[in-house]
C-alpha cells in the first residue's frame, strides 16, 4: 500500500443519494450519531475559532481518548491545521496537554514517536513517529506511537489521511477509540457518507465535520 492522496473521491452519508448542503468556506458539522461533533462555519484568527470551540466541547465529553480524524475525498484541504485548532480548543475544556499525530506522510521524529510542543499553542504537542515509505509500515509505527504516548495526554488526535483510499477505513482506524469523519461539503453525497460510516464500528462513531 503506498500514499493514497490522489485517489478517487469516494465515502458516505446519512440518506439517499441527496448532496449534504454547502456553506461557506471552513468548518461546519452534520452529526451521524448521537455525540457528534456541531458546529458552526469557521472563522479566522490566532486563536481557537469558534466552531474548533463548539466541535471540542462535544468530544471532550466523549469517552474517546484517542480521536481520529478521516477525510471522506480527496479535494479536502489539509487536515491538521483544523485538527490542531480542535486541539488547541480541548486543551482549553480539558486543562490539560493534548497530542497531534499527523498523517503518516509527514512525520520526522523516532521510534515511539517524538514529542514537541507547539510554539503557539503551549497545550498542544505534535507527536512525531519516524519517517515511513508507506501506509502499512506506518500503521504498525501508529499502534506504537498511540500506546506509548496516549496515557500522557488529555486526548491524542490522529489525522488518518492517507492510509486508504478516499471512501475506505483503513486499518489504522483500528488504534483509535473513535473516528470523526471530515466531510467536503459541496462534493459529499449522503448515500456515499452512509456507506463509510456504515464501516465505521457505531461504538467509535464521532460524527462528521463538514468542511465548506
Not at 106 to 119: E, I, M, N, P
Not at 155 to 170: K, M, T
Request: proline share 9%; charged share 20%; net charge neutral.
Amino acid at each position: 500500500m503506498t500514499d493514497h492522496g490522489d485517489q478517487p473521491e469516494g465515502a458516505s452519508s446519512t440518506k439517499g443519494g441527496d448532496p449534504i448542503a454547502a456553506g461557506d468556506s471552513g468548518a461546519g458539522a452534520e452529526s451521524s450519531s448521537a455525540n457528534a461533533p456541531s458546529a458552526a462555519t469557521a472563522g479566522a484568527g490566532d486563536g481557537p475559532r469558534p466552531e474548533c470551540m463548539a466541535i471540542a466541547r462535544r468530544l471532550a465529553h466523549s469517552s474517546a481518548r484517542v480521536i481520529g480524524f478521516l477525510p471522506a475525498g480527496r479535494r479536502l484541504p489539509d487536515s491538521l491545521p483544523l485538527i490542531t485548532d480542535i486541539a488547541q480548543s480541548l486543551a482549553q475544556f480539558l486543562s490539560g496537554e493534548v497530542g497531534v499525530i499527523p498523517t503518516w506522510s509527514r512525520w520526522t521524529g523516532q521510534a515511539g514517536g517524538a514529542k514537541v510542543q507547539d510554539a503557539r499553542r503551549p497545550h498542544v504537542f505534535s507527536v512525531l513517529p519516524p519517517p515511513c515509505p508507506e501506509a502499512d509500515l506506518a500503521t504498525t509505527a501508529l499502534q506504537e506511537t498511540v500506546a506509548r504516548h496516549a496515557p500522557g495526554f488529555h486526548r491524542l488526535l490522529v489525522d488518518l489521511s492517507r492510509y486508504a483510499r478516499p471512501g475506505e477505513v483503513p486499518g489504522a482506524a483500528e488504534h483509535v477509540d473513535g473516528v470523526v469523519i471530515l466531510a467536503p461539503m459541496r462534493r459529499i453525497w449522503t448515500r456515499q457518507l452512509k456507506r463509510l460510516t456504515g464501516a465505521i464500528s457505531p461504538a467509535k462513531n464521532l460524527g462528521a465535520i463538514l468542511i465548506g
